[in-house]
Nanobody, 124 residues
Framework: QVHLVESGGGLVQAGGSLRLSCAPS????????MGWFRQAPGKEREFVAA???????YYADSVKGRFTISRDNAKNTVSLQMNSLKPEDTAVYYC??????????????????WGQGTQVTVSS
């Protein structure tokens, strides 16, 4: 089992920045991929970014160039730096992980472990 805890959400004005962190615990040595997803009210959960164990990163087109996913080895956390935030980025953001490296890491169905979510609100 892998337990994930997110932190760092909040309220920010459009154009501002936030940094989300995900702290995994438990059986973390076998984790192959960690990702960030988000879900806005009335919408399906959507892919934001992912980082695989090799260090490769992947982004949704809507956040490419504005968001950066990274791993902090010292803190054993995975972070999502979000810059140039837009009102349409408002959502609950979830950290996710899986032991397998999925062929489609943009699908939430491929992740077995999820955090509780953290709210990000961007005001216009």
């Amino acid at each position: 089992q892998v337990h994930l805890v997110e932190s760092g959400g909040g309220l920010v004005q459009a154009g501002g920045s936030l940094r989300l962190s995900c702290a995994p615990s438990g059986r973390t040595l076998g984790v192959s991929v960690m990702g960030w997803f988000r879900q806005a009210p009335g919408k399906e959960r959507e892919f934001v970014a992912a980082r695989v164990s090799s260090g490769s990163t992947y982004y949704a087109d809507s956040v490419k160039g504005r968001f950066t996913i990274s791993r902090d080895n010292a803190k054993n956390t995975v972070s999502l730096q979000m810059n140039s935030l837009k009102p349409e980025d408002t959502a609950v953001y979830y950290c996710a992980a899986d032991m397998r490296l999925p062929t489609n890491l943009r699908s939430p169905d491929k992740y077995a472990y999820w955090g509780q979510g953290t709210q990000v609100t961007v005001s216009s």
